[in-house]
């Protein structure tokens, strides 16, 4: 069990690399992630964002051959160390999917099955409700509670996500690409959301809209390949995302915020 | 290279921000030379042309806000877009000098000048030989040369300054003469001000080059210390 500490940074990476087999996706990667702020990551497309983000709760394991040189540091403590458990650590670092994937049970049973697993023993009913206004979804769902999550629409069905990764407590939110299957309106609702949230969470965002990027995150990670022919992604410029997006360091950032590359 | 429409449109406000530059620059010029004539016609022509450069001015801001509404400019994009509004800003008052210039012409009548002009004139073609350095440097972004166009205000300021001096010296010698002085400075003081908005265009310059908002010392200051000493 890692104990929630003190440590400047709630998660923060040590020249990480990440492997599938023999192939490296991604390499050298140092950032810092700070609590309860947003940072995103982006970056053309296959340069290694997801499996970065992926790495952050251990769910690059779920694909077989996968493995990974250097650390992730959760709470100032190696998430890979042999001692630490995966499953503990994707309930305290949840995710939110580019596409909406309710379970096919009410709404009220996608919020009550993961936590009943992970043995909450509160009052059920109040850890629903808690969620689902935390999610800002509560109002349009409280008279049919009892109806299938897959019956909302695009939208609801993405904050029932996020509520659904809110009811095991997590510390770290990580979102992947969550609004990209969503129309405007929806998205903005998405990003209001994430301003809430940050609050009491920590969130890490892939985007592929840098708009979104700028409007949501305090903190940009701008990946990129470092190598065209190996195809293996870094990060090549971490920094507030007002700095990013006004005046980069980086020639390469600079041509991929104004459009120029990507 | 993407974004081909977006460059295009760059370009076409670069060249529209000359534009508007050239007509400020000539206007400041005819406004002193009208001045010196005593072409009251000249002026007239100034003091109503001004209109023209309001109307440039407007375009272009309106081309401005469709670009930042339509390109979402980021990083360098922004900063140009950003200064290009302060920048028509500062010409469009810089033209309004101008036809503050015109307009005292035209009210002097058939009052003879108090003095032949020679340190007006050689201001007013400092502060346009300024602009015009500082519309190159800002096309170019040209940093260093931002940085050194605003030295040559101090030469502005201190023909200012002689011209305040000699002018008070005939208020002394005969208090009819006011009037007519009064005029004079009004004139050499709004082309002393030309100089000044010139070195805001160059720290804007500065700043779509290289991000960092810098001010340019103004030696204003030491100018009004000189008056009281």
Redesign the interface.
């Known amino acids: 069990m890692i104990e929630t500490q003190n440590s400047k940074y709630i998660l923060e990476t040590k020249d990480l690399g990440i492997y599938y087999g023999d192939f490296r996706a991604v390499t050298g990667v140092n950032i810092p992630i700070k609590r309860h702020m947003i940072t995103a990551i982006i970056g053309p497309s296959g340069c290694g964002k997801s499996t970065l983000l992926r790495a952050f709760n251990r769910m690059n394991e779920l694909f077989t051959g996968t493995s990974i040189e250097g650390e992730v540091r959760f709470e100032g403590e190696n998430l890979y160390d042999p001692t630490v458990d995966p499953v503990e650590v994707r309930y305290r670092i949840g995710m939110v999917f580019q596409k909406p994937n309710p379970f096919p049970k009410s709404i009220y049973e996608n919020i009550a099955w993961g936590a009943r697993i992970h043995g909450f023993k509160g009052k059920m009913d109040d850890l629903v409700e808690s969620c689902l206004r935390q999610s800002a979804l509560w109002d349009e769902v409280k008279d049919k509670l009892k109806q299938s999550g897959l019956a909302l629409s695009g939208g609801q069905q993405q904050r029932l996500c996020i509520a659904r990764a809110l009811a095991v407590q997590p510390e770290v939110v990580l979102m992947d690409e969550p609004a990209s299957a969503l129309d405007p309106i929806a998205t903005l609702k998405i990003e209001e959301l994430m301003q809430e949230l940050k609050k009491n969470y920590t969130i890490v965002i892939v985007t592929h809209n ?2 979104q990027a ?1 409007r949501v995150s305090d903190s940009t990670a701008m990946m990129m390949l470092t190598n065209r022919e190996t195809h293996t992604g870094t990060v090549i410029e971490f920094d507030d995302t007002k700095k990013i ?4 360091k980086d020639k390469r ?2 041509d991929y ?6 | 290279m993407l974004r081909k429409t977006f460059e295009h449109e760059i370009q076409q406000l670069r060249d529209d921000v000359l534009v508007l530059g050239s007509m400020v620059e000539q206007a400041i010029l005819n406004s002193v030379e009208a001045l010196k004539k005593r072409d009251i016609k000249a002026s007239q022509k100034i003091f109503d042309g001004d209109k023209e450069i309001n109307k440039k001015r407007f375009d272009i801001e309106n081309q401005l806000m469709i670009l930042i509404a339509t390109q979402q400019p980021m990083a360098h994009d922004l900063r140009l877009l950003a200064s290009c509004m302060e920048i028509i800003s500062e010409l469009e008052r810089m033209g309004d000098y101008a036809k503050g210039i015109a307009n005292i012409n035209i009210r002097m009548g058939d009052a003879p000048l108090l003095k032949p002009l020679i340190d007006v004139p050689r201001m007013a073609q400092i502060g346009a030989d300024m602009l015009h350095q500082a519309l190159t440097a800002f096309v170019n972004e040209d940093v260093e040369a931002a940085k050194s166009i605003p030295v040559q205000d101090d030469e502005v300021d201190a023909l200012y300054n002689q011209v305040y001096r000699e002018l008070m010296t005939f208020v002394i010698q005969d208090p009819k003469t006011i009037e007519r002085a009064n005029w004079l400075l009004w004139v050499a003081h709004n082309l002393e001000r030309v100089a000044d908005r010139v070195t805001n265009i160059c720290e804007r310059t500065i700043f779509i080059a290289t991000g960092e908002m810098t001010e340019i010392k103004s030696t204003d200051d030491e100018f009004w210390k000189n008056q009281q000493k």
């Open positions: 840098m708009q700028a997006f006004t005046n980069p950032t600079e915020v104004t459009g120029r590359f990507g």
